[in-house]
């Protein structure tokens, strides 16, 4: 019995699966409101919901494969006949009554194949990254492929916390050195955490922020020269990218938000930085 009452799982992977489900629009009404509340007080499931909402967008504007048309053929086959039928069958079968089933009605196994083909692919690395063919050196590429990951991991940060406070002194003590973090919440740009990112075998900081349904990662390592530079564009292949420094960090903020609202944000740092 859920200790909140709502009818949900208490453990986290079966909250996950109602989250993936409420994405994908699953649920019927009672059930997505349930899950909607549960979210909506949980910090930690609220990060894991932006996170799922992110990844689908990456997805959903990844260039579609070339398929078969026997392999279609296939498909529609199992679609219609049943997979007993268009399938060889197991060696053992289990017990119906051992079968996962979902609370609020049975899954699509085909919307569960369709989701294994695309984490293949993502995984496999199939799908070139092309994100920073403008960019001026490798340091961005990397900057990409961290916010990449961190959409595929379970949690895009190592410690979770609206408060500068504790995200600071973390990333101090396992890094040597903190940005800036303000909480920009009241701006519409909530601080999630912070994570460590490995970028040319060095450590460096990167926070994480959410508006709306996008997370934005901003990573920030020592500037070198001590000058400055206002925000240069590199955004390319359906994400934004922008790229400043001040007299202590060279700043890399990368959202798959709209660009005119990435622009807002970076402003907003770095007027709350300045103060």
């Known amino acids: 019995m859920s200790a909140h009452n709502d009818g949900l799982p208490d453990d986290p992977a079966g909250v996950a699966l109602m989250i993936h489900a409420l994405v994908d629009g699953e649920l019927d009404a009672a059930a997505a409101l349930a899950v909607e509340r549960r979210i909506a007080a949980d910090p ?154 490995v970028i040319a075998d060095q450590p460096v900081p990167a926070l994480v922020y959410r508006h709306r349904e996008h997370l934005i990662t901003l990573v920030a390592a020592p500037e070198e020269t001590g000058s400055t530079a206002g925000p240069v564009d590199l955004s390319a292949g359906g994400f934004s990218l922008v790229h400043w420094s001040d007299s202590a960090f060279s700043y890399w903020a990368i959202s798959d938000t709209e660009r005119p609202e990435l622009d807002d944000f970076v402003n907003r740092f770095r007027a709350a930085a300045a103060r």
């Open 44 to 197: 930690a499931l609220a990060a894991e919901h932006a996170r799922i909402v992110a990844l689908q967008t990456v997805v959903s504007g990844l260039p579609r494969l070339d398929v078969r048309e026997d392999f279609k053929a296939r498909i529609a086959a199992i679609g219609t006949a049943g997979t007993e039928k268009a399938l060889p069958a197991p060696a053992a079968r289990v017990p119906p009554a051992h079968r996962a089933v979902h609370r609020f009605g049975a899954f699509d196994w085909r919307a569960l194949a369709a989701s294994i083909v695309v984490t293949a692919v993502l995984a496999s690395g199939a799908t070139q990254w092309m994100m920073l063919s403008r960019a001026p050196d490798s340091f961005g590429a990397a900057v990409a492929n961290g916010h990449r990951r961190s959409l595929l991991a379970a949690s895009p940060v190592d410690v979770v916390s609206s408060d500068r406070h504790t995200v600071k002194p973390w990333l101090d003590g396992r890094v040597g050195l903190s940005p800036p973090a303000p909480d920009l919440a009241s701006d519409g740009f909530a601080l999630l955490g912070g994570r460590v990112e």
